[in-house]
């Protein structure tokens, strides 16, 4: 779940607006070929595919630049293209999403690399690359390290600055390491997304963006248990000092390594896939996105793996846009309700990250059977004493001890669905005990709430939170509101 939603939404509703992105990287152009396929060719076993039309896409560097702009952020891009017609239609459509395209410049005697995909109805028939390396990278290098370096001065300065690497040598060592150190001194943060099996260009990055099969590849770790492979990657995040690794796991999601206890893992929306092709440069981009609005690297990466889940919902290369994203975090809200109901074990770890990041927990308790205004309002105020309220739910055995045989109303599992749905609370526990005191011990709230109808002295566990610097809260009432007038006019009118 998300550590602050309403931060994710006020960056996706108005803080993307007056972000500014630079991206650096191998800029292609993706061409798309559609038609039908009715017949097997008789001339070999392969399918004719009836051309109907043709469409060009932003690939590579040009993608990632094409996922921010849409996002709605304003967005510079630097590379190469060639003096060529496919490099004239991939500036073209840069142009068309408001991308700011004076960074690219045009190589003589160069092709701008181009991948056309042969699509047979929705099925990818054939794909053809055309790309030509680059005669003299040292010199391609020295003229991008010339365009790139006065674009982080100034008022229009980048928030953050993303290296797209596809290998197709236009991240030299040089550059990356120019690039990098320069924007390090001026607080700038850099993300990459990285190739190849040598990541010493990217040291003193932000953070890396490998998926899989490309932190085995860099690590030597086989494909098995994904903790070997991970710890694997928190030895590279220390080698290279880059404050975090982002890697994407495809149906598993995307775990954060940061030099915490334990990679924070992402688990991966659940979708029809159709095409991965862009997928992680709508990562990496919406990763930039969130933290040029200054969201947490884990708030940031948890947009990111709701944007990747809808590109790989659509065919071909694609960008997220603004309002798929805000499609998916109402999506993932859902979700997020129910993942609010934890156990001892997990509700403690929570805690504990809450604490890290210097926020005060509430803690109340009660049976909460048949949900009323009194209860939401309650909540509401509870709430408002710190920045995280945890709430103590008796089970219907506790409920039946407490208030007789013929209660609880609703069961346990359905009042927890419900206050988790509730925008106060942040985490519902259950416990099977009379009282809150061995939960509250384990949780160990900076505040515990009760209602105004107790005394201080009477609230269970008020000695053991002030014992650890914490304190007590009597919580107003709205009077005239009980589950217990509630049963008794429901049983008058019966």
């Known amino acids: 779940m998300f550590d602050k939603r309403s931060d994710v939404l006020h960056a996706v509703e108005t803080a993307f607006y007056q972000k500014h992105v630079l991206v650096v990287g191998d800029l292609m152009l993706d061409r798309y070929l559609w038609g039908d396929v009715t017949r097997i060719s008789p001339e070999a076993p392969v399918p004719v595919v009836h051309m109907q039309r043709e469409s060009h896409r932003c690939g590579g560097a040009a993608n990632v630049a094409s996922n921010l702009a849409k996002l709605g952020l304003h967005t510079s891009i630097v590379g190469f293209v060639g003096e060529d017609s496919d490099g004239q239609v991939l500036i073209s459509a840069l142009q068309e999403s408001g991308i700011d395209t004076h960074g690219i410049l045009p190589l003589a005697g160069w092709s701008t690399i181009t991948k056309t995909r042969v699509i047979g109805g929705h099925q990818q028939i054939l794909r053809m690359d055309r790309e030509t390396p680059l005669a003299d990278t040292a010199h391609a290098s020295q003229l991008l390290h010339q365009q790139v370096m006065p674009m982080l001065e100034g008022e229009q300065r980048p928030h953050v600055i993303i290296l797209s690497d596809y290998a197709k040598g236009v991240l030299s060592f040089e550059l990356c390491q120019a ?14 997304d990285p190739k190849g099996r040598d990541y010493a260009r990217y040291r003193h990055a932000t953070a890396l963006s490998p998926n899989r099969g490309e932190l085995r590849g860099v690590t030597g770790v086989e494909d098995g248990d994904l903790n070997t492979l991970l710890d694997a990657g928190e030895s590279l995040r220390q080698s290279l000092d880059v404050a975090f690794l982002a890697v994407t796991l495809s149906e598993q999601g995307i775990a954060l390594v940061d030099g915490s206890e334990h990679p924070r893992r992402i688990p991966a929306m659940a979708q029809e896939v159709y095409d991965v092709s862009g997928a992680g440069d709508t990562v990496i981009a919406t990763l930039g996105a969130g933290l040029a ?15 990747a889940g809808v590109v790989v919902g659509k065919l071909g290369t694609a960008a997220i846009d603004l309002n798929e994203l805000r499609g998916a975090l109402l999506t993932d809200a859902t979700y997020e309700q129910s993942d609010k109901i934890a156990n001892w074990a997990h509700a403690k770890q929570q ?11 509430v803690f109340t308790n009660g049976c909460f059977d048949l949900l009323h205004a009194g209860h939401v309002t309650y909540l509401e105020h509870a709430r408002r004493l710190g920045q995280r309220l945890v709430l103590g739910l008796n089970t219907d055995a506790s409920v039946s001890r407490l208030k007789g045989p013929e209660r609880p109303l609703i069961q346990e599992q359905d009042r927890a669905r419900v206050l988790a749905a509730l925008a106060a609370v942040d985490l519902v526990v259950l416990f099977e005990q009379d009282t809150p005191l061995e939960l509250i011990e384990q949780l160990r709230p900076d505040i515990l709430a009760k209602g105004a109808d107790y005394r201080e002295d009477q609230v269970v566990g008020g000695d053991l939170v002030r014992r650890w610097g914490g304190r007590v809260a009597l919580v107003q009432l709205v009077q005239g509101r009980s589950t217990t007038g509630i049963v008794q006019r429901i049983s008058a009118q019966k």
């Not at 690039?179 to 990459?192: E, H, M, S």
């Not at 609005?293 to 944007?307: Q, S, Y």
């Open 351 to 361: 805690i504990a990250r809450w604490h890290a990041q210097g926020e005060k927990v």
């Open 179 to 192: 690039l990098i150190v320069r924007a390090r001194n001026l607080g700038i943060p850099v993300l990459v």
């Open 293 to 307: 609005a200054g969201l947490t690297r884990l708030d940031a990466l948890h947009l990111a793996n709701l944007a």
